[in-house]
């Protein structure tokens, strides 16, 4: 891990962001900020449709926004968290919560990816509702992703503590 943020912060990203000027950090952190409350608005409320909430709002019709929001949220929030990391990703070396956020990331990119490959999931897509089986499969993967999501938004946040 070490290695890998020696480069990035040696790298021209790295000096690219160094000399943007004293706003560019914040203007990226800003960006950053809003890339992680789009992606965990649109999952939080997808997450808590399919742990068993707003029964009375079909699935699909949360599905169709909340997904490309998501998927956007996510983009951005990449993004400028990598260009914010790259000014001075040394110092972050050996910090416990880095080593806990990026697995959580991956972890919650992994579980979107299996239940979007999983039969359930398109028959979700193409009927609207699950069957009352789906139901069960719906909730574990809703459930690990709030968890995912929650683990790395709190280890994010406390990156810039330790």
């Avoid at 000096?15 to 789009?38: C, D, K, P, Q």
């Avoid at 997904?67 to 040394?90: D, E, Q, W, Y």
């Avoid at 880095?98 to 990331?105: G, Q």
């Avoid at 009352?132 to 683990?151: I, M």
Wanted: aromatic fraction near 10%; include cysteine.
């Amino acid at each position: 891990m070490a290695d890998i943020l020696t480069w990035l912060e040696g790298s021209v990203l790295g000096e690219s962001m160094r000399s943007m000027g004293v706003w560019s950090y914040g203007v990226f952190n800003l960006a950053h900020i809003l890339g992680i409350a789009t992606l965990f608005g649109s999952v939080l409320l997808l997450d808590l449709r399919l742990l068993g909430l707003w029964r009375q709002v079909t699935l699909r019709g949360i599905v169709t926004p909340a997904v490309p929001l998501a998927f956007v949220g996510f983009s951005v929030a990449t993004v400028s968290g990598v260009c914010m990391l790259s000014v001075n990703a040394r110092e972050y070396v050996g910090n416990p919560f880095l080593l806990i956020k990026f697995p959580a990331i991956a972890l919650g990119l992994v579980n979107a990816v299996a239940l979007s490959l999983s039969p359930v999931w398109q028959r979700v897509r193409k009927s609207s509702e699950p069957l009352p089986g789906d139901r069960r499969l719906l909730a574990v993967a809703g459930g690990t992703s709030l968890a995912c999501w929650l683990v790395a938004l709190s280890a994010g946040r406390m990156i810039g503590y330790w």
